[in-house]
């Protein structure tokens, strides 16, 4: 059984959620030189564009500016070509593109009487505007 729409929005929300939660107090240098937490970066870059993927195209439609084909675009590089991970753009994604597009995911939630409750209350505890990718 496939899982539905909100559930792969909340997945990469989660994914969002760790990526940013690990980077206070890091710079490139402190990021790159820690082996396990580039991997799971990687890795939860993998599931928020795996997700993407699975979000219906009439959904991703009405979203243009959510730059799906990004989102996803990064997942695929970085299965297919995991010998040559840049870790400059997971860095620079992490720091510059998964913020926005958190928000852009809640607002999506949020306008398709998605978002349940406790999701409302944690999204006042972090957030950026702005665009994304």
Do not use: N
């Amino acid at each position: 059984m496939s899982a539905s729409p909100h559930e792969y929005l909340r997945h990469m929300l989660d994914e969002i959620d760790y990526v940013t939660s690990q980077l206070p107090g890091r710079d490139f240098e402190s990021f790159t030189a820690d082996p396990t937490l580039k991997r799971a970066f990687v890795r939860s870059l993998e599931i928020i564009g795996e997700a993407a993927k699975k979000i219906p195209d009439d959904i991703k439609t009405s979203r243009p500016e959510i730059e799906w084909r990004k989102v996803t675009g990064i997942r695929d590089r970085l299965i297919h070509g995991y010998f040559g991970v840049d870790y400059r753009i997971v860095w620079d994604v992490a720091t510059t593109k998964l913020p926005g597009l958190r928000e852009q995911l809640l607002r999506l939630l949020e306008t398709s009487d998605f978002l349940p409750l406790y999701m409302r209350e944690k999204r006042g505890q972090r957030g950026v505007d702005g665009g994304c990718w």
